[in-house]
């Protein structure tokens, strides 16, 4: 897999069933390396080791239902009151962040009321605080670190 833009944070990989798999922490399993996986995992580590979030606040690869559609966040994080304090939209690398990966994001959250929002390819990175008030969200050049 190509070098992203997150520190080395040196990944437990294995090969199985001509796969390549990596050790995820959250699910605490291996999972199939694709792409977008490796965006996922190098998000997951940036907020557990970088911005001091507990594992325990953190969850990845769920369903939720929009418009009856079943769909799946990358990342949430939790804050410790249980409200939605995080969502992360992971893209493979190769996907450029167009406006339809906000729009994405966008639908995703008037569900969940996340506080932050995060977008990455891995390569390009961009957060958002919500602001519900005016129903819009402003840039930021970084999530908060957690210190709660």
């Not at 997150?6 to 399993?29: Q, V």
């Not at 911005?51 to 325990?56: E, G, L, T, V």
């Not at 962040?97 to 977008?119: C, G, H, P, W």
Request: with cysteine; proline share 5%; aromatic share 12%.
């Amino acid at each position: 897999m190509r070098p992203l833009n997150f520190p080395d944070y040196g990944f437990r990989l294995k090969n199985s069933e001509n796969n390549t798999h990596i050790f995820d922490a959250i699910r605490k399993k291996f999972v199939v390396l694709q792409p977008e996986e490796w965006v996922r995992q190098h998000v997951i580590n940036y907020l557990m080791l970088d911005k001091k979030y507990p594992m325990s606040l953190i969850n990845v690869e769920k369903q939720l239902t929009i418009n009856q559609l079943q769909k799946r966040y990358d990342v949430v994080v939790f804050k410790p009151d249980g409200q939605i304090d995080i969502l992360v939209e992971c893209k493979a690398p190769k996907i450029d962040i167009k406006q339809e990966t906000f729009d994405q994001i966008a639908r995703y959250n008037l569900q969940l009321q996340a506080s932050y929002l995060m977008v990455t390819n891995g390569l390009d990175h961009y957060y958002c605080k919500m602001d519900f008030v005016a129903e819009k969200y402003r840039f930021l050049n970084d999530i908060p670190d957690f210190s709660r």
